[in-house]
């Protein structure tokens, strides 16, 4: 436990794990209350899920034309350098976006032989999965987002060809710093090339695991409240 | 002993996990976390995310996106109901009649589509209702759908075989030219099923279809040239080396998309219902690879899959018993998860085995196709079988009984495989490589 720094006060790993976990239980004891609480918050999530899942999908969209880029490339005898590791990119970027919104699809498999067996199981065994789902997600995306800020801070550049321009990476940057510090970054940004830093891509894996953990205590919380699973899939993908 | 322990604990926490149905991916990475904090000092989630990322942003992985979108534009649109249509004048001469269809199409889907359940989908929607119009016998209708729906899988493109190239690092085009010839032998052996069936069976085969007019014939099978057009391009560039896996998925969804643009079929809805559903089903698949990274690295801390392979060759087992052996366990473990997840699960264990045993890898993948496929259509977890029950009604219980010819059928091709290795071999050794 030793990696898991205090944040106001408690170990990171309360707010993370133990936090949610109590509300779980406010939502199985209480579920008019917590539907209460919960009910304007839920159809609201529900579009951020979807959000990224067209977001994910503008990058499936990328994949084909980075791909499609790279042979118009090579039958022209032209270089397109670093398309591969774009693509690469681009392939996490749809990985990662869109693992909530699938989850709230039904589309994840799981092994369902338990799961149907009565209605007794369809409910208690459904709510452990999903607790234990969350608790692996939530660790899962601590770590996401602690590797994402150690390649910033180790400056991790790719060992491709692939270049970004500066500017971009300023953009990105303002989002992790105070207002004041952003006029000192854009008078050092060029308008020049670099080679792309790790970290960039890296923030879809963090956006995208963090969202998965949301989604699942999101669903757990309105399995428990609803006292049936609101996740509800196509009837054949 | 640390050994035992090892396997001990990881089969305890495996079990725990999938059986309480989380999901696979989750579980896969719950229980490798439970391997890394119990037998190695590395902290755990670094070294999980360091795996992971560098897995999730590979190009090789990006043939499946494509690969599930180009099955999707064509499950959409209304190209796969012409390619049927194409296709019934040519079947309705043989010995078995319109029950051909059901094999001739899943092939040609499957040469289209990556996944069993998408082809099963498919192909029964349009034969299903004709062939019962037509009084073909329930069981023959469905057994032989169940069968030949696995094709799926086994003629290129095939997802499983991705996730296979992509879990061993073997060339994706190499597995998917293997998979080729013993598809078609597959196929060939669910028709002459039938034919024998029609000529031997109980009588109660259908009437003769009507004759048809050759020019009607004619006229009907030109709509089977757009399909069999794009099938021609995305396996003959791989062949011909002009593109990768990759590349050729990318001209596949473009292909796809103009066909069905130029069909009339292509509007704003069924191409964002085909894109998103792709996202969908590769986001699914990207889990599971995510978890089965982290699960193998902890594995290989333990040394588990190198004191197993170790263990099998202490026994002498020839290759083939090896492949008897994992034969049967693999029918097992397929009767309770999915063929993607069974792969995943375990050639982080079973690679070491098959390379001491000195059994070709790309060989391997065709065989694992086929026995995991079969278990798709054994109770009491079959993904075919579940889509066939929503599709007909049917007791899950029917189906799986109609379906056991096939199974048999099945059975027979991995013996057709271990004799006659080169079925798989052969045209991987020979495509042409891209200078």
């Not at chain 1, 999908?57 to 790279?70: D, E, H, K, R, T």
């Not at chain 1, 953009?171 to 090339?193: D, K």
């Not at chain 2, 029917?398 to 798989?424: N, Q, R, S, W």
Request: overall charge neutral; proline content about 5%.
């Amino acid at each position: 436990m030793r990696d898991w720094q205090p944040f106001l006060g408690l170990p990171l790993w309360f707010w993370l794990f133990v936090i949610p976990t109590l509300f779980a239980l406010i939502c199985l004891f209480y579920p008019s209350k917590a539907k209460r609480l919960m009910h304007r918050i839920w159809p609201v999530m529900d579009r951020v899920y979807l959000a990224f899942g067209i977001l994910s999908a503008i990058f499936m969209v990328i994949i084909l034309l980075l791909i499609v880029g790279q042979m118009v490339a090579r039958w022209t005898n032209t270089v397109f350098p670093g398309g591969t590791e774009f693509a690469g990119y681009a392939m996490a970027c749809t990985s990662f976006f869109a693992l909530a919104f699938a989850l709230t699809q039904g589309s994840h498999i799981r092994v369902s032989i338990f799961l149907n067996m009565n209605g007794f199981l369809k409910f208690w065994l459904d709510a452990f999965a999903m607790l234990v789902s969350a608790w692996t997600a939530t660790y899962f995306a601590r770590y996401a987002v602690k590797t994402n800020f150690l390649s910033e801070v180790l400056n991790d550049r790719t060992q491709g060809l692939d270049q970004v321009p500066e500017w971009l990476l300023s953009l990105f940057a303002m989002t992790g710093q105070w207002p004041w510090e952003w006029g000192a970054t854009w008078s050092n940004t060029t308008s020049e090339l670099v080679y792309t830093p790790v970290w960039l891509p890296q923030i879809a894996m963090s956006i995208g695991t963090i969202l998965l953990a949301i989604a699942i205590w999101d669903h757990l919380f309105r399995l428990l409240a609803y006292r049936e699973t609101r996740i509800f899939r196509e009837a054949i993908e | 002993m640390t050994e035992l322990y090892a396997i001990i604990i990881f089969l305890f926490a495996l079990f725990l996990l999938l059986g309480s149905s989380v999901w696979v991916g989750l579980a896969l990475m719950g229980v490798a976390w439970v391997g890394m904090e119990l037998f190695t000092t590395r902290p755990a989630g670094d070294a999980m995310i360091t795996t992971i990322w560098t897995g999730a942003s590979s190009w090789t992985l990006t043939a499946l996106p494509l690969f599930i979108w180009m099955g999707e534009i064509l499950f959409r649109t209304r190209l796969s109901q012409d390619m049927f249509r194409g296709l019934s004048p040519w079947m309705r001469f043989l010995p078995g009649g319109l029950l051909h269809t059901n094999i001739a199409g899943c092939t040609i889907f499957a040469a289209v589509s990556g996944s069993s359940a998408a082809t099963l989908n498919m192909v029964g929607k349009m034969s299903i209702p004709e062939l019962r119009s037509r009084g073909y016998p329930e069981y023959m209708i469905i057994g032989t759908l169940a069968g030949a729906a696995t094709l799926g899988l086994m003629i290129p493109p095939s997802l499983t075989l991705i996730v296979y190239g992509v879990t061993i690092n073997e060339s994706i085009t190499k597995l998917f030219m293997a998979g080729v010839f013993p598809g078609l032998v597959l196929a060939g052996l669910f028709m002459a099923y039938i034919v024998v069936w029609h000529f031997f069976g109980t009588g109660d085969r259908p009437q003769k279809e009507p004759s048809m007019p050759f020019s009607k014939m004619i006229k009907e099978s030109l709509f089977l040239v757009p399909v069999m057009g794009l099938v021609c391009v995305v396996i003959g560039s791989m062949y011909l080396g002009f593109a990768t896996a990759t590349e050729a998925a990318a001209v596949g969804v473009v292909g796809a998309l103009i066909l069905s643009a130029v069909q009339g079929s292509l509007n704003w809805s069924t191409f964002s219902v085909s894109l998103m559903g792709a996202t969908k089903t590769s986001a699914m698949i990207a889990l599971i690879l995510m978890g089965a990274a982290f699960l193998s690295l902890s594995m290989g801390f333990t040394g588990l899959p190198r004191a197993m392979a170790e263990l099998i060759e202490s026994y002498n087992l020839s290759p083939v018993a090896l492949i008897a052996v994992l034969t049967v366990f693999y029918l097992i473990l397929g009767m309770f998860m999915d063929g993607l997840s069974s792969v995943v699960l375990t050639m982080a264990i079973v690679e070491p085995m098959i390379r001491t045993a000195g059994i070709d890898l790309i060989w391997f993948g065709i065989f694992l196709v086929v026995v995991i496929e079969t278990a798709q259509v054994t109770p009491p977890i079959g993904f075919n079988l579940f889509v066939l029950q929503g599709m007909t009604k049917h007791e899950i219980g029917y189906i799986a009984k109609t379906a056991i010819p096939m199974v048999g059928l099945m059975l027979l091709m991995v013996v057709i495989l271990v004799i006659f290795p080169e079925l798989a071999t052969w045209l991987p050794e020979n495509i042409r490589q891209r200078n």
